[in-house]
Structure formats: structure tokens, C-alpha cells
């Protein structure tokens, strides 16, 4: 009877023992899953996590807040939370909300102007911002695509050209042959994205001529959309809300004719095969052009100014693929009826342009606009340049171009028109 007792006792101890790993084996499990789900669900997710939403009230007077209010918190607290990195510590949190605003630019004392900006070019961009408004929205005499469409309505790959600076609050949307290289050397330096044996560039003009163009160093609203994925309209509204944005502009028929020279009379191996060969085919009578810019340059074929208006004027182009953002106009490129924009310049008058907006940006004790070395295409070249081009194929070059003619205050060329 006694063993009998104790093989009972035996197991039941056995089988108590059995639920308790069955229970801790199931603790064990759960806290698995939890974290496996945690990591899984973080992987996926583009944004920090937001705060817990609040406990819904039943208060008529107390509404739940919304998910995109969340969202607005959010990024209010991202525009205005970054620490700068050349910090050394994290600033004080009793006098976090007093300095807020100073968390947008690096701790750099700023030059103390003892004149303020001209009168007359405040009311000079004044003018060039009314412009833009009074025909994006109640100019009905011009017309042109995308005019009337919103924000949202804009596909994500036309938003490249936008590149931001979230240190100093800055967008800018760059325009080729508007002295873009320059503006994007001084992005470079303000957003202290290149580095030189690890200390940022300071002089734009020290920066490599080959890293300029170079994607990787700018932040734009494109690459925006494809880190942030649904977020990414909200978030950019809010920052084109609250930074200072700017764009150079130039005559747009200037600039056509400076991209041909640059992409066009000069070997360039890349719009040779891309571009020039087709002109040569379609509007050159060369059936069977050579297919290297280093043997066509030498037996000197290349396209004619009068062949590249042709291509541009040919409705086959637009069907094949965009305009190439050399000669894509500037209302496509920065969607200027769309977005409400700060400052805009002129290369015409540059340097005075660039010394006010980088006072208007408090950046102007941080980086300089380099020097210009008055090599721009001239405007009193048109006649020559547009000598050989029919008059009927100037008419509807101008009509292509119209929309940048009238949104950037330049007149029209009544001496190639008429």
C-alpha cells in the first residue's frame, strides 16, 4: 500500500510538473511571437512610431483626435525637433519650445545687417511672385497642361527636381542651364552632405565638378515618396508650408539655345547617342549616321540648331518620352501654379538675385553663390542663332514655350515672331 502511495505521489508530481512547462513553454512562445511580430512589423514601417493615440472621449466637446492629426504632430515635432549634428549635446528640455525655431540651421551666429534688404528688390520679387498667382489663377487667356491640377495630382517622378535642405528649411527646385550647378554645389555645402576626410564642404567652389550632379548627395521630393510611401504627400505639403522655396529662371528661348550648345556643339557622348542620332535620321538626311560622337565630330556631322527645333517641334518626341529636363520647360519642372514659391530669380541679373536670397535664407555668413564668369549664352544671339530656322517652326517653338515666357515676365520676341 505504501508503494502503491508512492507511485501515486510519483505521478501526480510528474503531471504537475508537466503543466508547469506547458505553461512556461507557452509564456515563452508568446513572448517569441511578440517580439518576431515586433521586429517584422518595424521593418515595414517608414516612420518613427507615433504616439499612442489617445483614449477615445465620448465628450461632444472632446472629439478624437483624427489619424492624420497624429500625422501632423508628428511631423511638426520632425521639422522642428532636429537636433543639429554639429551639437555636442542635446539641447536643454525645460527651453526646448523657446528654441524651436533655432533647431532649423546649424548653431552659427548669424551676420548682423545693419541695412535691411533693398526696398525696391523686395517689391521686385514681390511683383514676380504676383505674376505667377495672377496667371496660374486668373490668367484664363493662358492655358497649358497641368495648369489647373493640384498638389496630389502631381506623379511622384515629376517631384525630382525639388531638392530639400531640411537643416536650414530650404527646397529648391533646380532648372538645367539656370546656373544649377552652382545652387546645387551651395545645397551640397548647407546640407553638409559631402564630406572631405570627414569634415563637410564649406566652399561650393572646392566641390568635385563630378559630384555635383550627383543624385545621391541631393534629397528630393522623389526620393521623399520613396522612403516615407503613403505619408510622403502629407509630409511634403507640410514642409512646402513651412520652408522657403526657390527657383532661378532664364529666356526660355536663351536657354535653349545655351543646352544645344552645351549637349550639341560639343562632344558629348551620352546626347550624341541618345538624342543627336535621331535628329540625324529624322530631320538630317543621314540614313546611316556614325554611331560614336568621336567618329561623327571629326567628319563633322552633328545636328543643326534648325534640326534640333525640329525635334522639339515634332509631336513624335513628346509620344516617345518626355522632354529631357535640359530643354523640359520650367512650369513642368517646378509646377510654379501648384507651388507657392518664395523667391524667384533670374539669371539675367544673378548675382544681385543670389546676394538677397541668400540674406532672405540667413545663409549669406555660412556659403557665398561663386563668381560668374559672364560666359552665358547672350540674349543678342537669338537673331543669329534663329536665322536659319523658319518662321513658321519660331511661331510654334514660341507657342511650346509660351507658359515660361509669361509666368517669368519675359516678353516675347516680336523680332523672331513677326
Given at each position: 500500500?505504501?508503494?502503491?502511495?508512492?507511485?501515486?505521489?510519483?505521478?501526480?508530481?510528474?503531471?504537475?510538473?508537466?503543466?508547469?512547462?506547458?505553461?512556461?513553454?507557452?509564456?515563452?512562445?508568446?513572448?517569441?511571437?511578440?517580439?518576431?511580430?515586433?521586429?517584422?512589423?518595424?521593418?515595414?514601417?517608414?516612420?518613427?512610431?507615433?504616439?499612442?493615440?489617445?483614449?477615445?472621449?465620448?465628450?461632444?466637446?472632446?472629439?478624437?483626435?483624427?489619424?492624420?492629426?497624429?500625422?501632423?504632430?508628428?511631423?511638426?515635432?520632425?521639422?522642428?525637433?532636429?537636433?543639429?549634428?554639429?551639437?555636442?549635446?542635446?539641447?536643454?528640455?525645460?527651453?526646448?519650445?523657446?528654441?524651436?525655431?533655432?533647431?532649423?540651421?546649424?548653431?552659427?551666429?548669424?551676420?548682423?545687417?545693419?541695412?535691411?534688404?533693398?526696398?525696391?528688390?523686395?517689391?521686385?520679387?514681390?511683383?514676380?511672385?504676383?505674376?505667377?498667382?495672377?496667371?496660374?489663377?486668373?490668367?484664363?487667356?493662358?492655358?497649358?497642361?497641368?495648369?489647373?491640377?493640384?498638389?496630389?495630382?502631381?506623379?511622384?517622378?515629376?517631384?525630382?527636381?525639388?531638392?530639400?535642405?531640411?537643416?536650414?528649411?530650404?527646397?529648391?527646385?533646380?532648372?538645367?542651364?539656370?546656373?544649377?550647378?552652382?545652387?546645387?554645389?551651395?545645397?551640397?555645402?548647407?546640407?553638409?552632405?559631402?564630406?572631405?576626410?570627414?569634415?563637410?564642404?564649406?566652399?561650393?567652389?572646392?566641390?568635385?565638378?563630378?559630384?555635383?550632379?550627383?543624385?545621391?548627395?541631393?534629397?528630393?521630393?522623389?526620393?521623399?515618396?520613396?522612403?516615407?510611401?503613403?505619408?510622403?504627400?502629407?509630409?511634403?505639403?507640410?514642409?512646402?508650408?513651412?520652408?522657403?522655396?526657390?527657383?532661378?529662371?532664364?529666356?526660355?528661348?536663351?536657354?535653349?539655345?545655351?543646352?544645344?550648345?552645351?549637349?550639341?556643339?560639343?562632344?558629348?557622348?551620352?546626347?550624341?547617342?541618345?538624342?543627336?542620332?535621331?535628329?540625324?535620321?529624322?530631320?538630317?538626311?543621314?540614313?546611316?549616321?556614325?554611331?560614336?560622337v568621336g567618329d561623327a565630330f571629326p567628319a563633322g556631322i552633328r545636328p543643326s540648331f534648325s534640326e534640333f527645333v525640329q525635334y522639339l517641334l515634332d509631336p513624335k518626341t513628346e509620344s516617345d518620352a518626355p522632354f529631357n529636363e535640359h530643354w523640359r520647360q520650367v512650369y513642368r519642372l517646378c509646377h510654379p501654379c501648384q507651388i507657392q514659391y518664395d523667391f524667384v530669380g533670374q539669371l539675367e541679373t544673378v548675382e544681385e538675385d543670389a546676394e538677397q536670397l541668400l540674406?532672405?535664407?540667413?545663409?549669406?555668413?555660412?556659403?557665398?553663390?561663386?563668381?560668374?564668369?559672364?560666359?552665358?549664352?547672350?540674349?543678342?544671339?537669338?537673331?543669329?542663332?534663329?536665322?536659319?530656322?523658319?518662321?513658321?517652326?519660331?511661331?510654334?517653338?514660341?507657342?511650346?514655350?509660351?507658359?515660361?515666357?509669361?509666368?517669368?515676365?519675359?516678353?516675347?520676341?516680336?523680332?523672331?515672331?513677326?
Amino acid at each position: 500500500m505504501f508503494s502503491a502511495a508512492c507511485v501515486k505521489g510519483v505521478n501526480m508530481g510528474k503531471w504537475r510538473w508537466f503543466r508547469v512547462s506547458l505553461v512556461l513553454g507557452s509564456v515563452f512562445m508568446i513572448l517569441l511571437i511578440i517580439l518576431y511580430w515586433d521586429d517584422v512589423g518595424a521593418s515595414h514601417l517608414y516612420l518613427p512610431p507615433l504616439s499612442p493615440r489617445p483614449a477615445p472621449h465620448h465628450s461632444p466637446t472632446h472629439p478624437t483626435p483624427s489619424f492624420l492629426s497624429d500625422i501632423n504632430a508628428f511631423v511638426n515635432q520632425f521639422l522642428e525637433g532636429t537636433n543639429d549634428p554639429t551639437d555636442s549635446a542635446p539641447p536643454d528640455s525645460a527651453n526646448q519650445s523657446e528654441h524651436a525655431e533655432e533647431r532649423y540651421v546649424p548653431r552659427r551666429e548669424w551676420k548682423v545687417h545693419l541695412t535691411p534688404i533693398d526696398p525696391e528688390k523686395r517689391l521686385g520679387q514681390e511683383r514676380r511672385r504676383q505674376r505667377l498667382h495672377d496667371l496660374c489663377h486668373h490668367g484664363d487667356d493662358l492655358a497649358f497642361p497641368g495648369k489647373n491640377r493640384s498638389f496630389d495630382d502631381i506623379p511622384n517622378r515629376e517631384l525630382d527636381h525639388l531638392i530639400v535642405d531640411d537643416r536650414h528649411g530650404i527646397i529648391y527646385c533646380y532648372v538645367p542651364k539656370v546656373a544649377c550647378s552652382n545652387w546645387k554645389r551651395i545645397m551640397i555645402v548647407l546640407s553638409e552632405s559631402l564630406l572631405q576626410e570627414g569634415v563637410p564642404y564649406r566652399d561650393p567652389l572646392a566641390v568635385p565638378q563630378e559630384m555635383v550632379h550627383n543624385s545621391s548627395l541631393h534629397f528630393t521630393f522623389n526620393k521623399f515618396w520613396k522612403r516615407y510611401g503613403k505619408f510622403s504627400r502629407h509630409l511634403m505639403k507640410v514642409k512646402l508650408q513651412k520652408y522657403t522655396k526657390f527657383l532661378f529662371v532664364r529666356d526660355p528661348f536663351v536657354r535653349l539655345i545655351s543646352a544645344y550648345r552645351n549637349k550639341f556643339e560639343q562632344p558629348n557622348e551620352e546626347f550624341y547617342r541618345r538624342f543627336a542620332l535621331l535628329m540625324l535620321r529624322r530631320y538630317g538626311n543621314h540614313s546611316e549616321p556614325p554611331a560614336a560622337v568621336g567618329d561623327a565630330f571629326p567628319a563633322g556631322i552633328r545636328p543643326s540648331f534648325s534640326e534640333f527645333v525640329q525635334y522639339l517641334l515634332d509631336p513624335k518626341t513628346e509620344s516617345d518620352a518626355p522632354f529631357n529636363e535640359h530643354w523640359r520647360q520650367v512650369y513642368r519642372l517646378c509646377h510654379p501654379c501648384q507651388i507657392q514659391y518664395d523667391f524667384v530669380g533670374q539669371l539675367e541679373t544673378v548675382e544681385e538675385d543670389a546676394e538677397q536670397l541668400l540674406r532672405v535664407l540667413k545663409v549669406d555668413n555660412v556659403v557665398d553663390f561663386p563668381p560668374s564668369h559672364r560666359n552665358h549664352t547672350a540674349s543678342s544671339w537669338q537673331e543669329d542663332w534663329f536665322s536659319r530656322v523658319p518662321l513658321v517652326a519660331r511661331r510654334g517653338l514660341y507657342r511650346l514655350y509660351e507658359p515660361d515666357f509669361r509666368l517669368f515676365g519675359y516678353s516675347r520676341p516680336d523680332s523672331l515672331l513677326d
